[in-house]
């Protein structure tokens, strides 16, 4: 191949790249940049928080129940604090120990009360604090057979009330 040749050869290829890419645009469409600004909205069915070696931390997701949860778990992977909005619009937070057994428990229910709830390592409700839905407080400690023991609370007239039972459920002490 002679210089002539070789230089009409070079003309030939640098004009069909520059065509092809020109081509490819078209076809492709609008160009993409890098993102230069923070997105205002990010949409997902699920959100993971992982760890340096990949493992989910937490996770935010809607259940096909409606409900809205978040999972944070601990260095075993399993789930330490569950926070949900129920389907019905109830909030909810509960706290699980190493073995998966609830502990404690908040939740809203459809009355309108207000509760926390202790449970010992066996899963049984121990002692229970909530606001009726009258606006009044009141407090439950059971024993471990989850039997009603002390009875504490306010009364819609505003007085203050203390009932304690035995094993039976049969009035021991109460005042007033």
């Avoid at 935010?60 to 569950?82: C, E, K, W, Y």
């Amino acid at each position: 191949m002679n210089r002539k040749q070789f230089a009409t050869m070079l003309a030939v290829v640098a004009v069909a790249g520059l065509m092809g890419g020109a081509l490819s645009d078209l076809l492709r469409g609008e160009a993409v940049f890098a993102q230069t600004e923070v997105a205002k909205v990010v949409k997902a069915e699920e959100f993971c928080v992982v760890d340096a070696e990949g493992e989910a931390r937490a996770t935010l997701r809607v259940f096909s129940n409606g409900t809205v949860g978040l999972a944070l778990m601990h260095d075993d992977l399993l789930p330490r604090i569950l926070m949900a909005v129920l389907p019905d619009g109830r909030p909810m937070l509960k706290l699980v120990d190493e073995e998966q057994n609830s502990r404690v428990l908040i939740v809203a229910m459809p009355d309108g009360s207000y509760g926390l709830t202790l449970l010992d390592h066996n899963g049984k409700y121990r002692a229970l604090l909530g606001v009726g839905s009258d606006g009044n407080p009141g407090l439950q400690m059971k024993d471990d057979e989850e039997r009603d023991r002390i009875l504490s609370g306010i009364m819609l007239s505003g007085s203050p009330t203390l009932r304690l039972l035995d094993e039976n459920g049969e009035l021991v002490w109460s005042a007033p």
